[in-house]
């Protein structure tokens, strides 16, 4: 079942549109904010977030919600607000999560191939020290999200793998220290790399992703309470199969292109 079309809206536009209801400056060369959603946002929350995290899990495709619905209850429970987007091209992990920090496309931001080199221009984590927020990013050894910051003046948690992830955030959540965190889970995306977007080990790999942020973003909303703040639930591309069965994405299909990004927003 392929969707018809490619969702209209680009994720280039959620760095600003984040950054407004943080009420902090946007990345430099992004894409405008959706005022829609930063007002609701902030609406919602009655007034910007003070605290906020970021939960990236690999390649969860539009379809995959469509197919699998019951799988997304802990993302619901948590980022009720599910915002259709498409990716960049090429749908690659490096480059889309270039584009989803800096909110530029990926002529502007420059990783324009399946590559890690530091990125250099002005993304979202740039902002968020820039206003004074303690500021931490984990991920395993090896993802783009550990690689393509590894420059930043913010703690870089690299991980052993999506387990030792998962730990180690929700150590630095239950110590409360930060007023930002961002999480990226890749072990899906490897998994339907291997055996395909449907084989039931790699779903196996989704579901439990989503378990984990269930318990994160639990944990989270006790240690912010009394702060106004944010979680959100972004993927960085899709996936489709391919005739040998394994999973793939990077194309401009519309499986590879269409995702959802999930947002909460809660009063302090
Ligand atoms: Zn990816």
């Known amino acids: 079942m392929k969707d018809l079309f490619t969702n209209p809206v680009c994720f280039t536009r959620s760095a600003a549109t984040l950054c407004t209801a943080m009420g902090i400056e946007a990345p430099k060369e992004s894409d405008p904010a959706l005022p829609w959603l930063a007002n609701l946002l902030v609406e919602q929350m009655g007034g910007c977030a003070e605290k906020t995290l970021f ?8 379809w995959l919600w469509r197919k699998y619905p019951e799988y997304f209850v802990p993302v619901l429970r948590h980022a ?7 990716a960049v091209m090429p ?4 480059v889309c999560f270039a584009s989803i920090y800096s909110g530029a496309a990926p002529e502007k931001h420059g990783i324009r191939e399946y590559r890690k080199p530091i990125l250099t221009i002005d993304t979202m984590f740039d902002r968020i020290l820039a206003s004074g927020r303690k500021c931490a990013n984990v991920g395993s050894d090896g993802c783009s999200m550990a690689a393509i910051f590894a420059d ?3 703690d870089n948690y690299v991980t052993q793998d999506d387990m030792d992830t998962y730990k180690t955030a929700l150590r630095l959540l239950e110590e409360g220290s930060y007023d930002h965190i961002s999480v990226y889970f890749g072990e899906y995306d490897s998994f339907m790399h291997k055996h395909g977007t449907e084989h039931e080990i790699a779903l196996d790999k989704l579901k439990e992703h989503f378990e984990h942020f269930d318990r994160l973003a639990a944990c989270a909303r006790e240690a912010f309470a009394g702060k106004r ?9 899709g996936v489709h199969d391919m005739t040998d069965g394994r999973g793939a994405h990077g194309t401009d299909d519309t499986d590879d292109m269409n995702i959802v990004h999930f947002f909460g927003a809660y009063r302090g």
Do not use: W
């Open 55 to 62: 939960f990236h899990p690999d390649a969860v495709a539009q």
């Open 80 to 86: 009720p607000m599910p915002v259709p987007f498409s």
């Open 91 to 94: 749908s690659v992990t490096p």
């Open 152 to 154: 930043r003046r913010f």
């Open 229 to 237: 703040h944010l979680i959100t639930v972004q993927t960085d591309h």
